[in-house]
């Protein structure tokens, strides 16, 4: 059944298309009014997609296709820090986790998609992994409240939030530069659209390297659940369709291992998410 949303590039041309997790359906060149999934997403055209989608016959296999991060233009990118009880007690600070979250933003030129590799920056070796649920804002607006929050999600994804650990200290406030670099995180490896408010209430996160365990948490424990986050971030800015919102992640980043065990070549990082899927990276430097 073709019930996912996929991006990605053929002979160096960018399309969109619909997968059951091992075949593709091209659906860009069928539905040229949408340039990208950012654009189905705005005019609420899903369903009319993945109905086309089940009509079609199939275009090529997933396996050695070029995956792009699942919405390739966003206008927002914002992603919530400190957002599990665990991590809260990580940073070994005495406080109690705090009365609102911690924001920041990322670009979209900072993530690469499904099966292609993080990479780890000149500048420093202290490339450290982050897996997280992302959500696809679908209905945009201001002063969303959290019962009607989960009507504004479209989509579900998975978040590797690579990050550069010694340049998130740079500077006494920001951490953006250390978010930011170019290809250190991933995102995908597709969309699958939101039905159910226990997609997002109770899912698993689990991250692997190497076939380790390192994170694994639920969000019935977040400290600022997803209804939440939209409600606040939505009180200070317009969200609009095909905005994305990475929700946080669980205690256990190597950064916070004794010894710390950051990211080297040749690493291979899992990020699983219950009723979403596997986002699977590996590393190279960068050249």
């Given at each position: ?244 919102i990475v929700t946080g992640t669980p205690t256990g980043a190597g950064a916070r291992l004794d010894p710390p065990q950051f990211l080297k070549p040749g ?21």
């Amino acid at each position: 059944m073709m019930d996912r949303f996929i991006s990605y590039t053929i002979k160096g041309t960018p399309m969109w298309g619909a997968t059951d997790g091992k075949d593709i359906v091209d659906l860009s060149p069928l539905m040229t009014q949408f340039p990208t999934l950012r654009d189905v997403f705005q005019l609420n055209a899903q369903n009319e997609a993945l109905e086309l989608a089940e009509k079609c016959e199939i275009s090529r296999e997933l396996t050695g296709t070029v995956l792009d991060i699942p919405i390739p233009n966003p206008g927002k990118i914002i992603c919530v820090g400190v957002n599990f009880p665990a991590r809260n007690e990580e940073y070994k600070d005495g406080q109690e986790a705090p009365p609102n979250m911690s924001l920041f933003v990322r670009f979209p030129s900072s993530f690469t998609g499904h099966n292609s590799p993080l990479i780890r920056p000149k500048a420093s070796h202290q490339l450290d992994y982050e897996g997280e649920i992302a959500i696809v804002i679908g209905k945009g607006g201001r002063h969303i409240s959290q019962r009607e929050s989960l009507d504004h999600i479209a989509a579900l994804t998975i978040c590797n939030e690579g990050t550069i650990r010694d340049w998130v200290r740079h500077a006494k406030f920001n951490v953006t530069q250390g978010k930011n670099f170019d290809k250190s995180g991933a995102m995908g490896p597709w969309l699958v659209p939101f039905s159910n408010p226990q997609q997002v209430e109770n899912a698993d996160i689990i991250t692997r390297v190497n076939g380790e365990i390192r994170q694994q948490d639920n969000t019935t424990r977040m400290l600022f659940p997803i209804r939440k986050q939209i409600e606040y971030i939505s009180t200070f800015t317009t969200l609009e369709p095909g905005d994305i919102i990475v929700t946080g992640t669980p205690t256990g980043a190597g950064a916070r291992l004794d010894p710390p065990q950051f990211l080297k070549p040749g690493d291979n990082i899992e990020v699983e998410v219950s009723g979403v899927g596997t986002l699977i990276n590996g590393v190279e430097d960068e050249q």
